[in-house]
Nanobody, 115 residues
Framework: QVQLVESGGGLVQPGGSLRLSCTASGLVFSIYTMAWSRQAPGKQRELLAQ???????LYADSVKGRLLISRDNTKNTVYLQMNSLKFEDTAVYYC?????????WGQGTQVTVSS
């Protein structure tokens, strides 16, 4: 079955950086659009960034310039480099694989920005 496993979350100080990883199995990773979203307590899930199978990227305006999404098809892995982290970036971060009407989600990884 399809599995998406996120890692790399944790506790970081404001202004710090983290790199999240999401490794997929059970699908042909290279043909999927991959995306990262987050959900903060009491808020709706928010799409942050996506990268198509051809490498085109798209970012939410709220994070543009601070986040960088990339993928390594040889490792079935998508990354999210997060820089200049703020308190309001605290959330559970999810990766998502999308192909036409198929959509798969990981379980999420917690990112906490705190001093």
């Amino acid at each position: 079955q399809v599995q998406l496993v996120e890692s790399g979350g944790g506790l970081v100080q404001p202004g710090g950086s983290l790199r999240l990883s999401c490794t997929a199995s059970g699908l042909v990773f290279s043909i999927y659009t991959m995306a990262w979203s987050r959900q903060a307590p009491g808020k709706q899930r928010e799409l942050l960034a996506q990268i198509t199978n051809s490498g085109s990227t798209l970012y939410a305006d709220s994070v543009k310039g601070r986040l960088l999404i990339s993928r390594d098809n040889t490792k079935n892995t998508v990354y999210l480099q997060m820089n200049s982290l703020k308190f309001e970036d605290t959330a559970v971060y999810y990766c998502n694989a999308v192909l036409s009407v198929s959509s798969f989600w990981g379980q999420g990884t917690q990112v906490t920005v705190s001093s």
